[in-house]
């Protein structure tokens, strides 16, 4: 299976239905006072229905699909806000493997305009292949949330896990470490190789 949590992730954790996932992430946001990092590994996502922006990328509208991303993209202000006022790492680690997937080329429009409005993001290809990694929520030392997309070829979130084992908690900020260490960055999103221009 691709990007499965290993057995010592979910120990001492706490299995959560997609509501469940995201109270928690309410709960533990409030809870955060220095670093929210998410890492985002798997080469292809379902978004929930009816996001117009994948769905005008599928179509083969690109401009249309960054407008909707634009305005999607301001819809989030107010967490950019929060986080500047709270003074607070906000970093989303995302994994890349070639050739890049549709999927990640209609995100690459995303991260782009995220970038630009003043979201840290920062790609890696990874030392270890791509699918040996799952994808994670930290804040601070005190919560993960673990996500579980299934098995299948394309991720969609159906729940998750929550843990506050300190032991994972600290191997999860590893992973973070590993990947910044040893990992091949690359930046800026313009230049990611096989990246469509639009």
Request: aromatic residues 12%.
């Amino acid at each position: 299976m691709m990007h499965q949590p290993p057995a010592w992730a979910l120990d001492a954790s706490e299995r959560l239905t997609l509501e469940g996932f995201l109270e928690s992430f309410g709960e533990a946001w409030a809870r955060t006072k220095r670093r929210f990092l998410k890492l985002e590994c798997w080469q292809s996502y379902r978004e929930a229905d009816g996001v117009r922006s994948q769905e005008a990328f599928q179509a083969g509208d690109t401009a249309l699909a960054r407008r909707l991303l634009e305005e999607e993209a301001m819809e989030d202000q107010p967490l950019r806000d929060e986080v500047r006022s709270r003074n607070m790492e906000f970093t989303r680690v995302r994994l890349l493997s070639y050739p890049l997937t549709d999927y990640l080329h209609y995100e690459m429009i995303n991260y782009e305009v995220r970038s630009r409005l003043g979201e840290r993001i920062e790609f890696f290809v990874p030392p270890s292949p791509v699918h040996s990694y799952f994808d994670f929520l930290l804040f601070d030392s005190h919560t993960a949330l673990i996500h579980d997309y299934g098995s299948g070829p394309v991720g969609y979130q159906t729940g998750g896990w929550l843990t506050h084992s300190p032991k994972t908690l600290h191997a999860l900020a590893d992973i973070a470490t590993d990947l910044r260490t040893h990992g091949e960055q690359v930046w800026p999103v313009e230049d990611i190789p096989g990246r469509s221009r639009a």
